[in-house]
C-alpha cells in the first residue's frame, strides 16, 4: 500500500524576486510585504562574489541554472540578452541594474585583471543532439559527441569549438552580442524570447560558456 512521505530538499538561499507580486498576492499582503525583494546586485552581492573568489583562488567552478521556460534563468545568470533590445546587458559598459551574476563577475575580473592574465572564451548551444558553436561565424555544428574530451586539467572540453582570446571587458561585451544573434531560440507560452531547439516536436536546450581566467575555468550551463 502507498504511503505519504515528505521530500526535504537543503537549500542555501530562498529569494523573493516576483515583480507586480502585489497583483497577485491580494489575500495576504502583510506578508508579502514582510518579504525582501531581491534584484539583481544583491543576488551577486550573495552569491556571485564567492564565486568569482572561488574562481580566482584556482578552483574550477560551475553555475548550473534550471528551472521553466520563462521562470529567470538566464536573467538571473545574464540578465537581459536580447541584442534587439537597449536593456540587453552587454550593450552596458558599466554596472548596470539589470546585469546578472555574469556580468557583474566578468566586469571585475577584468577590473582586477593583472600582467601576464589570459582569457578566452568558447560560447555553445546543445540543441537535442546537435552542438551549435555560437562563436563561428556560419554557425558550425556538430553531433554533440563529436570532439569531446578532458583537457590536460581534467575538465570536459569540446575541442572543435572556438576559443575568443578577450583582452579586455569590452571584448567580451561585443563578442556576447554578436554570439547572442546566433543562438537558436522559439516561442513558448511563458517566454517569447525562449532559447531553445526543435527536432520532432521535441523541445530541448543547453547553452554554455566556458570562460578560462588564467588557466582557472569557469563554467555556464543554462537550461
Known amino acids: 500500500m502507498p504511503t505519504d512521505s515528505t521530500n526535504r530538499f537543503g537549500f542555501t538561499w530562498s529569494w523573493w524576486s516576483a515583480h507586480n ?4 498576492a491580494k489575500s495576504n499582503p502583510d506578508e508579502l510585504a514582510a518579504m525582501k525583494f531581491m534584484g539583481q546586485k544583491a543576488v551577486y552581492e550573495s552569491c556571485g562574489k564567492q564565486i568569482k573568489t572561488d574562481l580566482l583562488d584556482g578552483n574550477a567552478v560551475v553555475l548550473f541554472a534550471y528551472g521553466l521556460s520563462g521562470s529567470g534563468k538566464t536573467f538571473t545568470v545574464f540578465g537581459p540578452d536580447d541584442p534587439a533590445t537597449d536593456v540587453a546587458w552587454f550593450k552596458h ?5 539589470m ?3 555574469f556580468p557583474y563577475l566578468a566586469y571585475e575580473v577584468f577590473e582586477e585583471k593583472k600582467d601576464g592574465w589570459k582569457i578566452s572564451m568558447k560560447y555553445f548551444q546543445n540543441v537535442v543532439s546537435i552542438c551549435r558553436d555560437l562563436q563561428s561565424p556560419v554557425c558550425k555544428e556538430e553531433s554533440y559527441k563529436t570532439g569531446m574530451r578532458k583537457d590536460k586539467d581534467g575538465f570536459m572540453d569540446v575541442a572543435w569549438c572556438t576559443a575568443v582570446p578577450l583582452s579586455s571587458w569590452d571584448d567580451l561585451r561585443s563578442n556576447f552580442q554578436t554570439s547572442n544573434a546566433r543562438k537558436a531560440i522559439s516561442p513558448t507560452q511563458f517566454n517569447h524570447q525562449s532559447t531553445r531547439g526543435h527536432v520532432s516536436g521535441v523541445c530541448l536546450l543547453r547553452f554554455y560558456v566556458l570562460l578560462c581566467v588564467h588557466g582557472c575555468l569557469f563554467c555556464f ?3
Open 21 to 24: 507580486g502585489k497583483k497577485y
Open 93 to 97: 559598459a558599466t554596472p548596470f541594474d
Open 99 to 101: 546585469w546578472g551574476i
Open 221 to 223: 550551463f543554462v537550461l
